[in-house]
């Protein structure tokens, strides 16, 4: 995916892309698509670091189901998305919903930071989650 058609995507289109990407085991998309000033680049120091991880460590044991975008909230240079996720995780599905902030870099979306609303934290109807549901969560979850 080029770097010229990445700078057109909205903040929700990323989030997307972001989700084929790890479906498809394109680990370098995941690493580039990140903010350089994110918490995963501090984790991930090196791009070929992450690239060993996700082959050696989510290929095999992580599936997407599906991912589908409950709201988006775009500002000028920090944007908000939240998606609904169901994903198989060591042959189990899990479901949860998460807060994701955008930041532009380079004239495109980078994911930055996200918070995750596990399966119990869930309201009854998940799709009705919004950005302000979030807030009654921990700040301390915000990775």
Known sequence: MS??????WTPAALIIARCEA???????????????????????????????????????DYQ???????????AEYES????LMEMKAHGELQRYAELA??????????YHRGQKMSAEELPADPHKVNISD???LDPATIF
Request: glycine share 6%; proline share 0%.
């Open 3 to 8: 770097q010229h058609s990445r700078s057109a």
């Open 22 to 60: 790890f479906a498809s085991a394109d680990f370098g998309f995941i690493y580039d698509s990140c903010h350089s000033e994110s918490n995963f680049r501090r984790q991930f120091t090196g791009r070929d670091e992450y690239l060993a991880f996700g082959r050696d460590c989510l290929g095999q």
């Open 64 to 74: 997407i189901v599906s991912c589908q975008i409950l709201a988006e909230h775009v």
């Open 80 to 83: 908000q998305v939240v998606f």
């Open 101 to 110: 902030w955008l930041r532009l870099e380079n004239a495109a979306w980078r």
């Open 134 to 136: 979030f807030a009654r």
